[in-house]
């Protein structure tokens, strides 16, 4: 079972590891903040040895489950410390899926024979150890959702390989400001009911607050799950859904 459409959107298919109960209420105080939101974290560009290990220890410590979209060049370095932080990451219950190969230029600007590399290769690196080769996070530069980030092309493979692509709808650009970060990122989450964030596993010192940030968000009662609303969900399984004109080739 797959939610498709808005009216189903509030339904996901399955609760994974570490979540509230699927489909409860949420409240609404009287400025019409949300007070109790929905969260799917993700954390992008991994993996790097030294603080994806360090974000999963943060995970396990809160029970929270996590997506994790790496870049498929970094799983096969020599030493297979980053390939050993997918498995890890697979093995306590956190999903992986593709970033891309390279990560250097947005799908929409690059050569069909370009794109194909980028997904196949990431694709068959993931699968190798054991994430999901088809849930797809395309490149987009600073977090912009514009024409550069999918080619017709691009899209169409995610179409016919039955691939899910998921965007975001809050990038509070940890990377940027790594001690200010959390303070973005739940401003985003008190405007509205289910947020994607974006967050980066990279060496800029964000992981240091990542604690006190899953705290604040469960004093919050906020619902910490995996999957991902159609309104960030461009295409689930190889289905269009109601976000789909995100991709910007309709
Ligand atoms: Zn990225």
């Known amino acids: 079972m797959r939610a498709r459409g808005a009216g189903a959107r509030r ?8 979540s509230g109960p699927a489909g409860r209420g949420r409240s609404v105080d009287r400025v019409g903040t949300v007070t109790t939101p929905t969260v799917s974290l993700s954390f992008d560009n991994g993996p790097t040895p030294g603080v994806t290990d360090r974000v999963l220890d943060v995970l396990a410590r809160r029970g929270v489950p996590a997506t994790f ?10 030493s297979g410390r980053a390939a050993a932080l997918v498995e890890r990451a697979v093995a306590e219950g956190h999903r992986v899926g593709g970033h891309t190969w390279s990560h250097t230029v947005p799908f929409g600007l690059l050569p069909d024979r370009a794109v194909d590399r980028e997904l196949d290769d990431t694709r068959a690196a993931i ?15 600073g977090g912009a959702i ?11 493979r995610l179409r016919a ?7 975001w709808t809050s990038v509070p650009g940890d990377w940027r400001d790594p001690t200010g970060w959390p303070q973005a990122a739940l401003a985003d989450v008190a405007g509205r009911d289910w947020s994607v964030l974006a967050l980066h596993d990279l060496p800029v010192g964000a992981v240091d607050r990542l604690d006190e940030f899953l705290g604040r968000l469960q004093d919050l009662g906020a619902d910490l799950r995996l999957d991902t609303p159609d309104e960030c969900t461009p295409v689930r399984a190889g289905v269009p859904t109601s976000s789909y004109h995100l991709l910007g080739v309709c």
Request: hydrophobic fraction near 35%; glycine fraction near 20%.
């Open 69 to 78: 979209f790496v870049i498929g060049h970094k799983l096969v370095e020599p």
């Open 146 to 156: 514009d024409g550069r980030l999918m080619s017709p092309h691009g899209a169409r």
């Open 11 to 18: 339904k996901p298919a399955a609760a994974p590891p570490g």
């Open 161 to 167: 390989g039955g691939y899910t692509c998921v965007l």
């Open 127 to 141: 699968e190798r150890l054991g994430g999901d080769g088809l849930l797809f996070r395309p490149f987009g530069e």
